[in-house]
């Protein structure tokens, strides 16, 4: 690796900076003898520094602010962390401890990382993009704050959410950190406490018109097209109404996708399958209905019905077979407050506000949490869902932990071990009557990554629904036979890299195959991946 940077400079950069790690011959070229220790540690020796200093840290938000530190001083030693053991780190820097880190980022905030681009930068905003030193940028990870996890409208206190999952990227999946970058829009929050906080990083305004929001937002995403004509937009954790209207905005004409709306339902999609493989149905047989109809729920459904047309049932059909409840009731055509996208799935039904009612009329095969109210999976819930089948499907999807809609324990317990279970957190394993569940998590960082590394391989000109479908089968499929009998819908995360990339090189091939690539189509797939994956290893300086 090339630098003209020397001495005290060449440490402040986290991409090269090395610490005890510089050779002596780099010592001596670079200007840095007597501002390190005299010593060449290897990064594995470093890394157990790392993980006696992290064993130090009271809490998992301390741990948090730890490794943000690191990663702000020594990038590569950051991802030697997180890639070293990912069932463990991934919880930190990620779900669910950045719930924790987002209500008090400002509180936190050490040092800026990423781009915050607000709505009073109008027609600059190229030139705001301009002001990032990497001219390549393939990924860039946007949220407005609008509606990160389960907790609300957090506005600037939200740009942990991209920082977060940009860095999934990259320990789960390999994209290489340099191709990344996180962004906050800017513009307002409506949540009150926080315009009142003194400590508070954002504009102090509420937020616009929906039409002043998305003029701002066409200008961004155009500029993108010509500062970094290669990359891909991830939208993330935007408002229900707006993730759902941006994202169809914008992926016909750009490379562009949400997590919230086609990650949610992709992962979801794997947790079908393999739940459909242990009762020896397929997912057309299966009935569906939702408690939440948010952006989450309804990308989850569309990419269902998609799956399901490919099984060769008609779109109609498809969507007959799905059912949708929010805090107003049963979506039915009555309703006068349903939104476009909830219109396809208010089938005719008398109102109902009643979950258990609506289950003992529709007799759902599956329910699947989306609604981020916990404990709404009551036992009566249960009990309902196992009166009406034999082997009832229960995903309680939302998170932070404490908006589960019911814990592995209750699920398992109050429906005797029949139900299939699966929770969007990590439940321990849970034993009853002599036998040990596994309840899997429906964790996103299964998917986007994997999806993510293949478009940075691959130059994809544009995501599409069928490489989340794709990257669905490709994950459930490398659930061992032995853990689908104990219950686990997913694999387990120790060794997340290699999921991500068998998963990738079948997206890849879809890439290919759709005519979306933008590069030579390789002879091996995973081969292909392969190369291009990020390995936290410190490069030789010249």
Request: hydrophobic content about 40%; charged content about 20%.
């Amino acid at each position: 690796m090339t630098t003209k940077k020397m001495g005290l400079e060449l440490l402040q950069d986290s991409a090269l900076n090395k610490s005890t790690a510089f050779t002596e011959a780099e010592k001596q070229a670079f200007g840095l003898v007597g501002l390190v220790p005299d010593t060449v540690e290897s990064i594995d020796t470093q890394l157990q520094r790392v993980l006696l200093q992290l064993s130090k840290q009271p809490n998992p938000l301390a741990q948090y602010i730890y490794l943000m530190n690191l990663l702000d001083h020594d990038e590569v030693l950051f991802y030697k962390t997180l890639m070293s053991d990912p069932a463990r780190f991934l919880p930190i820097v990620y779900d669910p401890t950045i719930g924790e880190a987002c209500l008090k980022f400002g509180h936190i905030f050490r040092q800026t990382r990423g781009l915050y681009l607000s709505i009073t930068r109008r027609g600059k905003v190229k030139d705001v993009l301009r002001n990032w030193p990497v001219k390549d940028i393939r990924f860039i990870c946007v949220t407005d704050g609008g509606r990160i996890l389960g907790l609300g409208d957090l506005g600037a206190n939200g740009m942990g959410i991209p920082i977060g999952k940009l860095q999934l990227y990259t320990a789960a999946a390999g994209v290489p950190p340099q191709f990344l970058l996180p962004m906050y829009l800017d513009a307002g929050t409506n949540n009150g406490a926080l315009l009142e906080d003194p400590l508070y990083l954002g504009l102090r305004k509420e937020r616009p018109a929906t039409a002043d929001l998305y003029s701002f937002v066409d200008e961004f995403v155009e500029a993108v097209q010509e500062v970094f004509p290669k990359c891909c937009i991830h939208f993330e954790d935007w408002t229900g109404v707006d993730a759902v209207h941006l994202l169809e905005r914008y992926r016909d004409k750009y490379c562009v996708y949400n997590d919230d709306v086609q990650g949610t339902a992709g992962i979801t999609l794997a947790g079908m399958i393999n739940a459909c493989k242990l009762k020896g149905t397929n997912l057309k047989d299966e009935s569906y209905l939702f408690l939440g109809a948010g952006s989450a729920g309804i990308g989850l459904a569309n990419l269902l019905c998609t799956a399901l047309v490919e099984q060769g049932l008609t779109l109609e059909e498809a969507r007959s077979r799905v059912h949708m409840f929010d805090v107003k009731g049963l979506l039915e055509p009555s309703r006068k407050d349903l939104v476009d996208f909830q219109m396809p799935y208010a089938h005719p039904h008398a109102p109902c506000n009643d979950f258990v009612a609506a289950i003992n009329d529709i007799k759902p095969t599956t329910i699947i949490g989306v609604s981020t109210i916990g404990g709404a999976f009551s036992q009566t819930v249960v009990e309902a869902m196992c009166t009406q089948n034999e082997r009832p499907i229960i995903l309680a999807l939302s998170n932070p932990t404490d908006h589960a809609e019911c814990t592995a324990e209750q699920a398992y317990t109050w429906s005797k071990g029949k139900a299939i279970y699966a929770a969007g957190v990590q439940f321990d394993p849970v034993k009853l009557n002599g036998v040990t569940y596994l309840p899997g998590q429906a964790n996103n960082f299964y998917i986007f990554p994997a999806v993510g590394m293949a478009v940075f391989a691959t130059e994809a000109t544009r995501v599409t629904d069928q490489m989340f479908i794709e990257a669905a089968s490709a994950v459930a499929d490398q659930v061992t036979p032995d853990l689908l009998q104990q219950g686990l819908l997913y694999p387990t995360q120790d060794k997340m890299l290699e999921i991500e990339i068998k998963t990738a090189a079948r997206v890849a091939k879809l890439v290919f195959d759709s005519g979306l690539a933008r590069v030579e189509r390789p002879k091996d797939y995973e081969a292909f991946i392969r190369q291009h994956v990020y390995k936290p290893e410190y490069k030789a300086l010249a």
